[in-house]
């Protein structure tokens, strides 16, 4: 799920777990473009959340994808939060969202909340 106002992008997923023949989750990269064809944006995080703030007047695709020291996971669907017309909009992400590392992982978007 994600809810827009002003210009912030709150991230918050599950920890994904390694299976018993993979290396330890050691952080996520979050990767966030403008449209699906852009060169992304890269943050890493060893935090299951992150904070962005981005302008509103833009739509934006953003995907999570673990990381180990065996290499990166699979990434997360990719989720798009579109330009905020109103003051305030909400959504959800379609569908379920895959990691190669767990059996199960969401990703909630609360985003682009005032706080």
Request: aromatic letters at 6%; hydrophobic letters at 35%; glycine letters at 8%.
């Amino acid at each position: 799920m994600w809810n827009t106002s002003n210009s912030k992008v709150i991230l918050k997923w599950d920890q994904v777990y390694a299976l018993e023949n993979e290396s330890e989750v050691t952080g996520y990269k979050v990767m966030y473009s403008q449209d699906k064809h852009s060169n992304p944006n890269v943050v890493e995080t060893n935090n299951t959340s992150l904070e962005l703030t981005l302008p509103t007047n833009q739509d934006y695709v953003i995907q999570i994808k673990p990381f180990s020291e065996g290499g990166e996971g699979i990434s997360s669907r990719q989720i798009t939060i579109p330009k905020i017309e109103g003051s305030i909009a909400m959504g959800a992400a379609p569908g379920s969202l895959g990691f190669s590392v767990v059996s199960h992982a969401a990703v909630i978007l609360t985003g682009r909340m005032l706080l």
